[in-house]
């Protein structure tokens, strides 16, 4: 293993460079515009699967944006680990609030700065990078690996679950290995065992065929940012509960174990809300913090807009506005079914 250690530390600096090529690319996946760079994305991490001595490396296309994938299976009689990960990345708005380009890493403090670099290039990178050293060192793996990296994780991985089932002889395994994860604490291993769900809806409310003027035809028309603003404020009730009916029918609630292993940990409300940069924690009441985050089901609003949104001001009453809700979702929830029961209760509040 030292032969290992000392190449990955005599062949850092490459490492890093390799890295910051790769957080270069702006493969934003939910941005159609992104289209050309997604693919340049899959193409550099297959060039470094292939460089890492991984066999069998190729881009599957699928209805959106490309699987990569690559294998090792020389170790006969030993275990077979599937490695995933994922390459695309979140949009960088609001861009004003960089401090640096998002797709120009820079490093500060010993840590390397860009869109990505911590969800997930840096860490798929770092599992490439360390079967190359075990490559070149011993010419061969303790165990077998697969790489399964994609490029839709952050827009909801709907080409993903298609391509499971049909390919589940090439991706047969012992274990899968994740580190898209987080660490509760420095100093304290963690298990991730499961990561909350999503349904991604989008409501537009239209008004008048054009946008108006305020002073002309404000209080003769409804103007649809405050119409919206209604239907989001009836999603949920004041205790943190998300009104849709039927939304929590099938959550699968907390076993007795779940809740001492969460209550046996130090945790402080206080000191997580200035780590955030709030007064205080809101959410579901009946449950705490750490409940709230890992095995309760959320309904948010990521984005809203509609009328004059530059600087300054403009008196316009707008034709239409929209948002975008997701629903996290926990175990036993079905997604499909939550999106039907999302739409039928917006038309019915509307």
Not at 44 to 68: E, R
Not at 105 to 116: L, M, Q, Y
Not at 123 to 136: L, R
Not at 182 to 205: C, D, W
């Amino acid at each position: 293993m030292q032969e290992v250690i000392k190449h990955i530390e005599e062949n850092s600096d490459n490492y890093v460079n390799e890295l910051k090529d790769y957080l270069r690319i702006p493969s934003i996946s939910t941005l159609s515009s992104y289209k050309k760079e997604m693919l340049n994305c899959s193409k550099f991490v297959s060039k470094k699967l292939k460089d890492a001595g991984m066999n069998s490396v190729k881009i599957i296309p699928t209805k959106g944006h490309p699987l990569v994938y690559g294998e090792w299976l020389k170790a006969p009689g030993k275990p077979t680990v599937l490695i995933y990960g994922h390459y695309d990345v979140q949009p960088v708005d609001p861009i004003k609030l960089w401090k640096s380009d998002p797709f120009e890493p820079v490093i500060k403090d010993g840590k390397i700065w860009a869109r990505g670099a911590n969800d997930n290039k840096g860490q798929n990178f770092v599992h490439i990078k360390s079967v190359e050293a075990f490559m070149k060192t011993k010419k061969k793996l303790p165990v077998n690996v697969k790489f399964l990296i994609e490029g839709e994780e952050e827009i909801g991985s709907s080409n993903l679950e298609s391509f499971l089932k049909k390919n589940k002889k090439l991706l047969k395994c012992d274990a899968v290995l994740i580190s898209d994860t987080s660490l509760y604490a420095k100093g304290i291993p963690t298990i991730n065992y499961g990561l909350r769900g999503l349904a991604y809806m989008e409501i537009e409310v239209t008004g008048p065929n054009k946008d108006l003027h305020s002073g002309s035809f404000g209080g003769s028309v409804a103007n649809p940012i405050n119409e919206l603003s209604k239907i989001i404020s009836k999603l949920q009730d004041k205790n943190g509960k998300v009104t849709i009916p039927n939304f929590y029918k099938d959550v699968l609630p907390f076993t007795k174990k779940e809740i001492e292993n969460i209550k046996s940990l130090k945790f402080s409300d206080k000191k997580y809300a200035n780590e955030l940069g709030v007064n205080e924690l809101q959410g579901e009441k009946g449950f705490n913090t750490l409940q709230r985050l890992w095995g309760r089901p959320t309904l948010d609003c990521n984005g809203i807009w509609g009328g004059f949104i530059e600087e300054g001001a403009k008196t316009v009453l707008p034709s239409k506005a929209t948002a975008k809700i997701s629903m996290r979702l926990v175990p036993n929830q079905n997604p499909e079914l939550i999106a039907k029961e999302f739409t039928k209760y917006v038309k019915l509040i509307a």
